[in-house]
Structure formats: structure tokens, C-alpha cells
């Protein structure tokens, strides 16, 4: 378990980690979200005792890392893949920090086969791909066989099969009982391994909570309706209480219901239905909206406004339909 609280990190007057208070529990994958320039990495680097907090404290099981005695038996992470000496080899790389350890020699054979990197285990890292260099700096988080694993971007540079194969390793290691927060920017990724997120703004704590639950409460979920006799669903819908918002290529919205009692009423009133779905936000539009305030670095074009590439304006019908009704 990792705990956070009040931790608070200044770099003269920027304030970098601002009051954060968080705990990362075991059994499930924590996602770990921010902008650019949020504090995400600092706040790992503090973890690990490799920056100092300006105030506030930081324990992994109770305890702060500098009274961890052979702390990768404790925690693994993977912060930088590009921090191995380019002259060692990867058995030789991985050696070292065993030893320095207390761990046994032959746990060097086992991860560099988890990773897939025993082909190449007497080559110099300094040849390495970005792909490559990843799967070794995995390699060194779980050589202690720690209860704790920490991931700072851990697929950049991994082709798919890698990205799949990370995402198991972690969902298997959470499965096991372990405490597994992962950092990344690729959301359409984090979505398909994390159960819980703790986003964080500008340093400072925005959400804290399940996948699930911080979709929902940070977007717009709708039921979308097409149908042929749309004038006549129009009318049903209406006088049945039911708010319409009007969409483009003649679909209808309705806000926060569900689909079956729409189903339902149109098969009561024979009406013919070529699509009802529910809508759901992604992670990313969820996140984009969570964090819209709070992003550092914005990207502007010189393009003129195009009047065409804005979206058609929206009517809405009918009075207003509670969800559930």
C-alpha cells in the first residue's frame, strides 16, 4: 500500500505537488492521470525518496523508502528505461541491482524470460530499442518480487503484442493480491487495465475513484434513437414527457435515460426502430472535461475558423425526462 498525505513539493515559487493526499490500495490496477506538467512523475520520484517532499509525507506499508532494507523486495517501479549503463549487458544490468539487493542470482534468469529478453540478455544495453529498454526496466521492477509495483509509462516504445502483455502482467499481478499504480497517457489503454483512478491538476488532487464512477460523473450519457417514422417517434416521445435533443443525420438524443422503456414505448405504438443504443463517454472525453482547467501547455492553430466544422445547432423537444422513467 502507498499512502499520501498532504504531500506537498515546491521548486522555489512553482508549486509542483500541491497538499496531495491519496492512498493506493492492493487487489486492483490505480491508474494515475494528469495533464502535462500536473505532477505525476514528481510525485512518484517522492515515493521513492528521490526527491524530498517541501512537506507532507509519503509511506509504502507504513514506512518511508529510506527505512526499507533491500527496498526492491518492497517496491518495483519503473520510472526512466533509459537509466541502465549503456557498456553492461541486461543480465549483467539486472545482476548488479540483485545483488546490491540481497536477491538470488537465478531471479535475473526469471524476469529476463517474464520479459522476453532472454535472446539478448548478454548484449550491451546501449543497443537496445525504446521497446527493449521498457521490457528491461520492467524486468529490474520485478526482480525483488516486490508486493508494490510502480509504472511511469510503461508501454511507450512497445508494439501491440507488448502492449498486450504489459497490460495482462499488471492485471495478473493485481489478481495476486499486489498494489499495481501505473502513470500513462495513452487513455484508450489505461481504460482496459485500470479499476481505479486517482487524476490529479496542476498538483492537486481532482479525482479519486473507480473507473466506472469517474466515466459517469464526468460526461454525458444519452440514448440515441433513429427511426423512419421520425416525426410520429417525435410525438410519442413528447407526450409521453420524454426530452429530445435533435442530432444530426436524423437521429434523436435523449439525455440520461435508458433504452428500454424507449424500446418499449415504440413497440406500443408500432413504430419502426433502425437504431437504440446507449451512448457512453470515453476515458478520454472524461478525463479531457475533468482536466479542461487545469492543463499547462496548450496547442493553438493559425487556421482560420472554418463556419463548416462547427457543429450543427442542437434542438431540444419535450419536457424534461428523468433517468429511470
Known amino acids: 500500500m502507498i499512502e499520501l498525505e498532504g504531500l506537498t513539493k515546491r521548486y522555489g515559487e512553482k508549486v509542483a505537488v500541491d497538499d496531495l493526499s491519496f492512498t493506493v490500495r492492493p487487489g486492483v490496477v490505480t491508474g494515475f492521470l494528469?495533464?502535462?506538467?500536473?505532477?505525476?512523475?514528481?510525485?512518484?520520484?517522492?515515493?521513492?525518496?528521490?526527491?524530498?517532499?517541501?512537506?507532507?509525507?509519503?509511506r509504502i506499508d507504513g514506512r518511508?523508502?529510506?527505512?526499507?532494507?533491500?527496498?526492491?523486495?518492497?517496491?518495483?517501479?519503473?520510472?526512466?528505461?533509459?537509466?541502465?549503463?549503456?557498456?553492461?549487458?541486461?543480465?549483467?544490468?539486472?545482476?548488479?541491482?540483485?545483488?546490491?539487493?540481497?536477491?538470488?542470482?537465478?531471479?535475473?534468469?526469471?524476469?529476463?524470460?517474464?520479459?522476453?529478453?532472454?535472446?539478448?540478455?548478454?548484449?550491451?544495453?546501449?543497443?537496445?530499442?525504446?521497446?527493449?529498454?521498457?521490457?528491461?526496466?520492467?524486468a529490474g521492477a520485478l526482480l525483488g518480487d516486490p508486493r508494490i509495483l510502480m509504472f511511469d509509462e510503461p508501454v511507450n516504445g512497445l508494439d501491440p503484442e507488448g502492449i498486450h502483455w504489459i497490460r495482462t502482467l499488471m492485471k495478473s499481478l493485481a489478481a495476486q493480491g499486489r498494489t499495481v499504480f501505473v502513470s500513462s497517457h495513452l487513455m484508450s489503454e489505461m481504460a482496459l487495465t485500470a479499476e481505479h483512478l486517482v487524476v490529479i491538476g496542476q498538483g492537486r488532487l481532482l479525482a479519486?475513484?473507480?473507473?466506472?464512477?469517474?466515466?459517469?460523473?464526468?460526461?454525458?450519457?444519452?440514448?440515441?434513437?433513429?427511426?423512419?417514422?421520425?416525426?410520429?417517434?417525435?410525438?410519442?416521445?413528447?407526450?409521453?414527457?420524454?426530452?429530445?435533443?435533435?442530432?444530426?443525420?436524423?437521429?434523436?438524443?435523449?439525455?440520461?435515460?435508458?433504452?428500454?422503456?424507449?424500446?418499449?414505448?415504440?413497440?406500443?405504438?408500432?413504430?419502426?426502430?433502425?437504431?437504440?443504443?446507449t451512448q457512453q463517454a470515453s476515458l478520454e472525453e472524461a478525463f479531457m472535461r475533468l482536466t479542461a482547467q487545469s492543463v499547462e501547455y496548450h496547442a493553438h492553430t493559425d487556421a482560420p475558423d472554418d463556419p463548416w466544422a462547427r457543429p450543427a445547432p442542437r434542438q431540444e423537444w419535450g419536457a424534461d425526462w428523468k433517468k429511470g422513467s
Open 208 to 277: 479519486d475513484t473507480s473507473m466506472a464512477d469517474f466515466i459517469a460523473r464526468n460526461s454525458r450519457s444519452y440514448v440515441r434513437v433513429r427511426s423512419p417514422q421520425r416525426e410520429r417517434l417525435l410525438d410519442v416521445l413528447h407526450q409521453a414527457g420524454i426530452t429530445v435533443v435533435e442530432a444530426g443525420n436524423g437521429a434523436l438524443e435523449v439525455d440520461g435515460g435508458k433504452a428500454e422503456p424507449i424500446g418499449e414505448l415504440a413497440a406500443r405504438h408500432q413504430l419502426v426502430l433502425h437504431e437504440l443504443s
Open 34 to 58: 494528469g495533464p502535462n506538467g500536473a505532477g505525476k512523475s514528481t510525485t512518484m520520484r517522492m515515493v521513492l525518496g528521490l526527491d524530498h517532499p517541501t512537506s507532507g509525507d509519503v
Open 64 to 138: 518511508h523508502y529510506d527505512q526499507l532494507g533491500d527496498p526492491l523486495t518492497y517496491i518495483g517501479a519503473l520510472l526512466d528505461a533509459k537509466s541502465t549503463h549503456g557498456g553492461r549487458s541486461a543480465y549483467h544490468h539486472l545482476l548488479c541491482l540483485a545483488q546490491s539487493n540481497g536477491i538470488p542470482s537465478s531471479r535475473v534468469h526469471q524476469v529476463l524470460d517474464t520479459v522476453g529478453l532472454t535472446s539478448v540478455a548478454r548484449k550491451k544495453t546501449k543497443g537496445f530499442s525504446l521497446g527493449m529498454g521498457q521490457r528491461l526496466g520492467i
